[in-house]
């Protein structure tokens, strides 16, 4: 019997009963569209969870926070001759490692001012990790700075009333200094306390460059770059290690020449993505203590793997118990159509194509079912991304912040419940389809008389 | 063409433990030839229904063997003897045996579909039968919608369909009125004799029975005697 015609003969039994072929579909849809939105909100969950982390950071970086000493447990910073062993590794691109100032410095051109981090870098690292001028040249002089892109848009005039800011945070144009930056005198103020007293020394600088605005939307860049020189130059002055501001309430701390010379933010960049675990595996052995996007994706992923497969196996009791909807229904079938079973096996029908048009039929219901269940599911989907946002402005009256995925359907989840809604179809199709095998010719035809 | 070899078969019934052995045929022995029409005659209940399904494979014999066409048939597995039937055996049953959901001419069609012939030749064949039996015109009409000998032709149809040498038929004119039988009878004759199919009939009529070639009398599941008519 040729396919074609089994199929035919299948369409043909399934219009004989339509209003039960019609509630078997539909439970198995229900079941499949059920699996699908549950498993939806996991990988809904996911996406927006790693689309966070890698927002926030570079995917092919490997922060270093230090190593760890033996026996004593504890860690200490990274030093020049790690940066040299880091440089080393294979597939690194880039080592950057800078060393902050303890100490928010205080700059000014003329009437403007801004507080700011301050930071010594090395460029030629930090060029190669992507660091990019949109104005000016890269600092040669000992004086000469660097300012990040959103450094001249904070730079308030002196007088500047609290409400300075507008309400998307920014300075509003009439307090912001509108004149050059490139070439202009910067002065740093750096305070320390002496004998009690707190005393202010001031630097003059030249801001020769502005970096590049950064690619992410919400990403700020304020900080000045300084040289290594003027560090010396502050930690003269504050007796301090990295300009550490002393406080008048507390001791001394003993233990801060361990700063010295040390960087406070190493970042290791890959090649590329792939190379990223195989470097982190080699700083592990080595005792370094790092972080990257990757190592906790790979730990996101994995938690959200058992939860997804959590929620797919709840999914497929739902289509269990649709299943054995279709089992009815092929039962009931199967014997309405014994009469005509047993006549198409006195003509000379092979059992196995009568059994094959059964599991057919069976397999027909759960694929409707699991086509029809997976468009729903897209529909609830989207209704569900669409409305639940709505309800939590409703609910707290405000525009929701997180952008959060509440549901996502990517293509293997569809894929996922067909064929678990295909495998429990044909399991649950097959003593029906069997049974029809069995029936007894001579019985089936004597029914009909 | 079909040779049956001390076959003998009983009926097992009632519960386990409380089982009853009710023997039904005991040493048949007989042969049809090529070309042959031979019918079996008997009483009601002397087992001629029984015989006729053994020969069909629809039930299997206790012992003995039964070969048709050269082929030891009587230990075939369902699916060889299904496959065997299609191909070498054609039924005609006394309640016509039509399925009730399809028209004549799909009732018609089905063992071309069974046996995987292409839709086209299947059509050609199919209204090409009909015409031979006249009911080219109810090939749209289902069972229900038409009169016993119509559906008997429409039956006679489908076993012709696909050209068995071997006709099985129990009954066959068991429903039909006799004007109806006559047309019935005068057909198969015709058959036999233009397209040399072989008939094995059962019936306890004896206008059927006459237009045997040899006729074969069942009494109390043995062969009583076997007659060989002279006028055919
Ligand atoms: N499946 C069965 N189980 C038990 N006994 C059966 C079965 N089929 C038939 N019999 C018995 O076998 C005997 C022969 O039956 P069979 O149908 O062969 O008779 P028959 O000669 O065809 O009769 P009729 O002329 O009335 O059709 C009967 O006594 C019947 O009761
Ligand atoms: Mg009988």
New binding site residues.
Partial sequence: MQLKDQFRFVRQNMKKNKTRVFMTILATAMGCAFLIVLASVGFGLQKSVVKEMTEQRVITQIDVHGKEIADQGGFRPVSEKDIQIFEKLKDVKAVTRRKMLQQEGNFSIGNYQEPAQTVVANFPSEVKAGLELSAGRLPKGEDEVVVGYNFPLNLAIKDAPDDRYDDKGQLKAEYRYTGKLIGEKLEITVRQLKDGKQEEKTIPLTVVGISKKPTREWAEDRSVFISDTILTEIENFTGTPKGYLLDPNSEVPKDQDIHENSFDEVKIYARNMEAVQGISDQLKDMNYATYSVVNELKEVNMIFMIAKAGLIFIGTIAILIASIGIYNTMTMAVTERAPDIGIMKAIGANPKTIKRIFLLESSYIGLIGALIGTLVSYGISYAVNFAIPLIIKQAFGKETEINIIFSDIPFILPVICIVICYGVTIISGYRPAQRATRVDV?KAMRREV | MITVKKLSHD?V?GKKGRQTI?P?LRDISFSVEKGEIVTIV??????????LNLVSGFIHPKEGEIWISGEKVSNLNEAKFADFRIHNLGFIFQSFQLIPSMTAFQNVELPLILKGINEGERRKQTEEMLKKVGLLDYQDHYPGELSGGQQQRVSIARALIVNPPIILAD?PTGSLDSETEEDLLKFIKELNRDLGITFLI?T?DDKVAEIGHRTIE?RDGRIFEEVRLVCN
């Fill in positions: 001579l | 009926f019934i009710i039904i008997g009483r009601s209940g002397s087992g001629k229904s029984t015989l009954e059962i306890h069942l």
